[in-house]
């Protein structure tokens, strides 16, 4: 089974992250960069990968060189995009790179992004009521 068969699984991934972020008190309406994480144990076709996600409009990192704890090296980038937590660009994000992985036999491990804090004043204040 190629990667894109389970984007189902990526886009309650994509809804769950949303929710834990804006109940954690995160931006709703915020810029996020998102970062989409690759990895391969070949470097030259991760390479290859990269150059399809900068084609299809992201930014990409540079390639690490990472040891696990098998003593296996694999090779990661990110490919990086602004977006709101708008889950269908999301969805459509995930959707093109997972084609990109297929294409290219790398793993795609999903993305993260940072806790962007509201503003003070943009929590609801609780009403509390006296009864008399």
Request: glycine share 4%; proline share 1%.
């Amino acid at each position: 089974m190629n990667q894109f068969d389970e984007r189902e699984e990526w886009y309650a991934f994509n809804q769950e992250t949303i929710d834990a972020l804006l109940e954690d008190g995160s931006q709703a309406d915020a810029d996020y960069t998102i970062e989409h994480h690759f990895a391969s144990t070949d470097f030259d076709v991760l390479e290859k990968a990269a150059v399809d996600a900068f084609k299809a409009g992201f930014e990409v990192t540079d390639a690490e060189e990472l040891m696990l704890d098998d003593g296996e090296t694999i090779f990661c980038f990110d490919a990086v995009v602004e977006r709101k937590l708008d889950i269908e660009k999301l969805n459509a994000d995930a959707d093109a790179l997972l084609k990109i992985a297929d294409k290219h036999d790398v793993t795609y491990d999903g993305w993260g992004t940072y806790f962007e804090p509201r503003e003070e004043g943009e929590y609801e204040e609780e009403e509390h009521h006296l009864n008399d």
